[in-house]
């Protein structure tokens, strides 16, 4: 016995311990953590494509790089889906990404309209056979893209001077 604790049974301290373990997925259960704040660097990979999206238009736009801007643009036929799963992953975090999300979504059409492109630019699409109609189509769906992209940017919430110069400079229709 410890002269300075109070006699306690054994089988009390048990039941003690087991109501408050019992107790414990009740109290937690419900709990949903505070959401996470968001800072410029976890979207910075869509801003950085926004950007991207700003050079490849030039190269739509300018006949003699239209083989740099085909190129770009296989390599994001491959790689640019990566965009949306970042994006679900960013809203997850921020308590957000369920299915259908708004955010995503934007973010899906910019790469939808990115792939899109493509097609324009090799004669693939029969609407646009021509190839100045073709690229004038191009360099429309790249600016609807740059506004999908803005969208995302200003919902993320993130107040960062380089995010709303670039959704100011991307205005939504």
Not at 90 to 117: F, L, S, W
């Given at each position: 016995n410890?002269?300075?604790?109070?006699k306690?049974?054994?089988?009390?301290?048990?039941?003690?311990?087991?109501?408050?373990?019992?107790?414990?997925?009740?109290?937690?259960?419900?709990?949903?953590?505070?959401?996470?704040?968001?800072?410029?660097?976890?979207?910075m990979?869509i801003?950085n494509?926004?950007?991207?999206i700003?050079?490849?238009?030039?190269?739509?736009e300018?006949?003699?790089?239209?083989?740099?801007a085909?190129?770009?643009?296989?390599?994001?036929?491959?790689?640019?889906?990566a965009?949306?799963?970042?994006?679900?992953?960013?809203?997850?975090?921020?308590?957000?990404?369920?299915?259908?999300?708004?955010?995503?979504?934007?973010?899906?059409?910019?790469?939808?309209?990115?792939?899109?492109?493509?097609?324009?630019l090799?004669?693939?699409?029969?609407?646009?056979?021509?190839?100045?109609?073709?690229?004038?189509?191009?360099?429309?769906?790249?600016?609807?893209?740059?506004?999908c992209?803005?969208?995302f940017?200003?919902e993320?919430?993130i107040h960062?001077d380089?995010?709303?110069?670039y959704?100011?400079?991307?205005?939504?229709q």
């Amino acid at each position: 016995n410890c002269k300075t604790c109070p006699k306690m049974k054994l089988s009390k301290i048990v039941a003690t311990v087991v109501v408050a373990f019992a107790a414990a997925p009740m109290v937690t259960a419900n709990y949903t953590p505070p959401p996470r704040v968001s800072e410029a660097s976890d979207v910075m990979p869509i801003y950085n494509l926004g950007n991207a999206i700003d050079g490849l238009i030039k190269k739509v736009e300018n006949d003699e790089m239209h083989d740099k801007a085909l190129s770009n643009l296989e390599v994001f036929k491959t790689d640019g889906m990566a965009f949306t799963m970042f994006a679900a992953t960013y809203r997850k975090k921020v308590g957000g990404g369920q299915e259908g999300d708004p955010m995503v979504k934007h973010i899906t059409a910019a790469c939808d309209h990115v792939n899109a492109c493509h097609d324009l630019l090799t004669g693939q699409n029969e609407d646009f056979p021509d190839e100045k109609a073709a690229c004038e189509e191009c360099v429309r769906r790249l600016e609807e893209a740059q506004r999908c992209i803005a969208k995302f940017l200003e919902e993320s919430g993130i107040h960062d001077d380089r995010f709303m110069e670039y959704c100011e400079k991307h205005p939504m229709q």
